[in-house]
């Protein structure tokens, strides 16, 4: 596993590459959820493999740099976009998790010939619109054990409240050309509800859903690789 950099996007922005000595298919782009941090997905780094799969650590999250504004969606996907460029990375999967979803679809919108497949990890197609009360309720909330206050600054919370907006991406979703994976936890405290899933049906009949045992929200837990390995079976379909 290898640390990188880039600042094609501004900030200097941070990723992890397990850096497999014979790739095998095309990489794959993790847009990763709201206060991830890259180093979490260690596992699924050194499960993909010979397979190349990049993480990325946005903007504000981790060891990438935090500037005082530049947090909307746009400024995100300009991180992930940043990383491809930085790679030469032309053709690539791209697996999203969370809030990540957004700024991922931004992606995907912007480049869509480039993506091979698209695996989205419970979250609608939208951008949802951040309350103003937004950053002081999660400083003191938890995730993964880990207090968000450890996870990116006062000030990057408090961009991402007030530059984000609400938006309603599920008709531009359906103009995609990859094949669609996405996953619902079976677990409680999921954002995907039975009518969401619906609804990714009405937009992409051709959607594969799959069900997370156990899952909450955070679809990498109580089973780290379950997700990864329905996601690596399904890369492997799109490229067939």
Not at 36 to 60: C, I, K, N, S
Request: net charge negative.
């Amino acid at each position: 596993m290898t640390e990188r950099w880039t600042a094609r996007s501004g900030p200097r922005i941070r990723y992890l590459d397990n850096a497999p000595a014979a790739p095998s298919g095309l990489p794959v782009l993790f847009s990763p959820g709201l206060s991830d941090l890259a180093d979490e997905y260690t596992e699924m780094l050194e499960f993909f493999a010979p397979r190349r799969l990049l993480v990325v650590e946005v903007r504000g999250r981790g060891r990438s740099e935090a500037p005082p504004s530049g947090y909307a969606a746009r400024d995100h996907a300009a991180d992930l976009s940043a990383v491809l460029d930085e790679e030469g990375i032309e053709r690539f999967h791209l697996v999203t998790f969370s809030r990540g979803t957004t700024w991922g679809l931004d992606l995907a919108l912007s480049r869509p010939e480039r993506v091979a497949s698209l695996a989205i990890a419970d979250y609608r197609a939208m951008e949802v619109g951040l309350p103003p009360s937004f950053a002081e309720s999660q400083w003191g909330m938890r995730f993964r054990g880990r207090p968000i206050s450890e996870r990116l600054p006062r000030h990057v919370l408090e961009r991402l409240t007030a530059e984000s907006e609400s938006r309603d991406l599920w008709d531009r979703l359906g103009s995609l050309p990859c094949p669609l994976l996405v996953a619902q936890p079976g677990g409680t405290g999921g954002v995907l509800t039975d009518e969401d899933i619906a609804r990714y049906r009405g937009v992409r009949p051709d959607v594969e859903v799959v069900v997370v045992p156990d899952a909450p929200h955070d679809v990498f837990r109580p089973d780290r690789l379950f997700f990864p390995e329905a996601v690596a079976a399904f890369a492997k379909r799109a490229e067939g």
